[in-house]
C-alpha cells in the first residue's frame, strides 16, 4: 500500500492570506477601470500610448493611429493579422491577393510598432484591452480578387473567419507575452453589421445592393470567434444607432460598448440593455464626445446623463453601476486634437471614480 500523498498544513488563521499569497487573485476587469474605444489622435504610437497608459491605467488599450494611411486602418490593420491569407489596396478599397505584399507587411509593421510601444508604456499593467476588425465587418470590406465583397462568397467569409481565428491568437499571446502578468480583454469592432443585416451594401458596379446575411449566420460566424480566444474577456463594438445589440450578446460576448447619446428612450435598445445588466454582462458606456464640443467645460454630471437617464428608465440601483459599467468616449478620437483627446480619457477615468458614489445632484 502506498503512502498517502501529504497535506499541505497551513494554520488557519493564516491560511487566507496565504493563499492568496501563492495564487494571486486579478480584479475584476471592469472594476474601477475606464477605457478608450482604440483610436487616437497622431501618428506617434509612443506619443499616443503615453496618453493612454497615464489617463486610463485600469484598462489601457492598444492604440490605433488611421493618420498613419495605409495599413492603420480598421479593415487593413485587421487583415494584416490574418494567416494565409493576404490584402493589397487598390483604388476601391482593400482587396485580397495572392501573394504577401508590401500593403500587408506595412500594415504588420505599423502594428508590431504599436505592440512595441505598449510594451514600454504599458508594463505593470493588471489588464489590458486590444481591438480587432470583426469577421463581417472584414468581409464587407474586403474585396475578392475579383472585386466583389468578399461579404457576397460564404465560402470565402468562412476562410476570413478561419485565418482571423488564428491570427487573432497569436497576437493575443504576442500582447501577453509582452506585457507579462496582464490579462488582455479583447474588443472586436462590427460597425459594418448593421448594413449586412440589412443588405444596404452596395455592390461593385454601384447599381445594387449585396443581399442581407440571415441573423443567424451572422451570429455562428461571431459566436465562433469569441469561443476562440477561450476565456479572454470579449467586448463587442458597434457604436451604430441601429447596434443589434441583443444578437451580439447571444454571440457570448461579455461586454457591449454602446454609443448612449444615440438610445433615448427607445425601448428595443433599453430593454437589450436591461437584458446585458440583468445576465451579469458588462456596459462600456460612451457618454464623452469624440471631439471638442462647444462647451468644454461642462460639469461631469452632464457627461454622466446619458448614463443615469438609460440606468434609471431600466430601474437598476444606482449603487450598482459600478460593478456593471466602464465608461468611455462615444467612439474613437482619431478627429481629436491632442487636447481633447487627454481631456476625454480624463473624463471617462473621473467618471470611473464617481460611480462608486455618485452625487445625490446628479
Known sequence: MTDAVPRLEIPA???????????PVKR?????????????????????????AVELPELPHLVELPARGVGADLVGRTAGLLVDIWAEVVPSGWRI???PGRDSQRAADLLAWDLDAAEERFAGAEWIKAQ??????????????????????????????ESLIEGVRAHLAELAR??????????????GLPAVLAGSLPTASGFG?????????????????????GDRPTIAHCCHAQAPLRLLRACGFDALAVDLTLVGDRPPVLDALGELIDSGGILLAGVIATTAPGKPDRPLAKWAAPLLESWNRLG???????????????CGLAE??????????????????????????W
Open 13 to 23: 488563521a493564516e491560511s487566507e492570506s496565504a493563499l492568496l499569497a501563492q495564487f
Open 97 to 99: 491577393s495572392r501573394r
Open 209 to 229: 445592393t449585396v443581399r442581407s446575411v440571415p441573423a443567424a449566420r451572422v451570429q455562428e460566424v461571431l459566436a465562433t470567434v469569441v469561443d476562440a480566444v
Open 28 to 52: 475584476a476587469w471592469q472594476l474601477g477601470a475606464a477605457t478608450g474605444i482604440g483610436s487616437m489622435p497622431g501618428t506617434s504610437p509612443g506619443e499616443a500610448a503615453t496618453m493612454v
Open 132 to 161: 480587432i476588425c470583426g469577421p463581417w465587418t472584414l468581409a464587407a470590406g474586403l474585396e475578392l480578387p475579383s472585386g466583389h465583397r468578399a461579404l457576397t462568397d460564404p465560402g470565402a467569409v468562412r476562410d476570413l473567419a
Open 336 to 361: 481629436a486634437d491632442r487636447e481633447w483627446a487627454v481631456r476625454a480619457m480624463k473624463l471617462a477615468a473621473a467618471l470611473a471614480d464617481a460611480l462608486p458614489d455618485l452625487p445625490e445632484t
Open 178 to 191: 509582452r506585457i507579462p502578468g496582464a490579462g488582455v480583454v479583447l474588443q472586436i469592432d462590427e460597425p
Open 316 to 330: 437598476f440601483r444606482r449603487e450598482d453601476m459600478a460593478a456593471s459599467v466602464v465608461p468611455t468616449p462615444c
